[in-house]
């Protein structure tokens, strides 16, 4: 165990490296970028590679860390990664285009939910067809609730 944790380790350490190279060619490369998106994709990077790593360690000793990692994966799941899965059958009530820009949230409970797709086109707002609401219901169902802040999960808060 002890050799499979320094190599797990390792691994893990190269990358850090390999993320904080990333970040710093983005930042190089686009002066004008804003680091924050960057450094966030960069730590999406480097809690995959972590929780790839964990996922091999066995025993108690990371049991808690494997749980707190799956738990912040979940809750930080993000709409614009999602987007083409929750446009599956969607299409703009007003110019019939089928690429939405963002995907926004109208309403929490305890009202009814209202997921709609944002046209990239006209700008006008639809609701999720029949499939995005599945998707919505799968990567985001659990995240649903009054105080929940839809903008930290990448959609458009429109109230």
Known sequence: M?????RALERIGKAALTVLDMVKAGRDAFRTAEPGPLAEA????????IQGELAALKGDAYRALRERMDEHAKASVSAREHLI?????????????DVPASAAVKALPPRKLAVALVCKSCGASTPLA?????????WFGHLVAPAWNPAANGFLWRP
């Open 130 to 138: 029949p499939q995005g609401d599945q998707a919505f219901a799968r």
């Open 42 to 49: 960069g730590l999406k990077v480097l809690m995959l590679a």
């Open 2 to 6: 002890p050799g499979e944790e320094a």
């Open 85 to 97: 899965e929750l446009a599956d059958g969607w299409q703009c009530s007003e110019c019939k285009a």
